[in-house]
C-alpha cells in the first residue's frame, strides 16, 4: 500500500508539470499578441499557487519527524510549521490572491522564502549528522 506521501508526491509532481507546460505555452503564445496570455497566466497562477499546499504537507510531516526523531532544533521544527501554515493559508486563498491584487499574495512568497531557508539548515543538519555504523551487506 502506497504512503500518504508518496500519493502526495505524485500530486505534486503533475501540478508542478502542469506549471511548466503553461509556461511553456505562455512563451510560444507571447509572440502571437494573442488574448489566451490572460487566460494562462490565469491558470498558472492558481495551479502555482495551489501547489503550496503538497509543499505545506511536506514541510509538515518533515518537520514534525526531524523533531520526533531528533534530526532538527526546535525553532527549527517551529518555523518549517509557520511556513507550512502560510503555504496552506495562501492556498485556501487562491482563488482571491488571483483575481485581486493585494498583500495576501505576500503569504505564499513569505512561506516559500522561509520554505527556502528550512530545507537550507535541513540539508546542513542532514550532512553534520554523525554517520551511524556501517550494515553490512
Partial sequence: M?????ATRGRSDAVFTGVVAIRLALAS???????????LWA????????????????LLGLSVGGLRGGLIRPWHGRWGLVAAALLFGSAVLAPRVVDHAGPLGLLGL?????????????????MRRAPQSPTGR
Avoid: C, Q
Fill in 2 to 6: 502506497p504512503s500518504a506521501f508518496a
Fill in 29 to 39: 503564445t507571447a509572440a502571437d499578441g494573442a488574448g489566451a496570455d490572460t487566460s
Fill in 43 to 58: 491558470l498558472h497562477d492558481a495551479l502555482f499557487t495551489l501547489n503550496g499546499t503538497f509543499l505545506a504537507i511536506a
Fill in 110 to 126: 513569505a512561506g516559500w522564502l522561509m520554505w527556502v531557508v528550512w530545507i537550507s539548515v535541513y540539508g546542513v543538519a542532514l
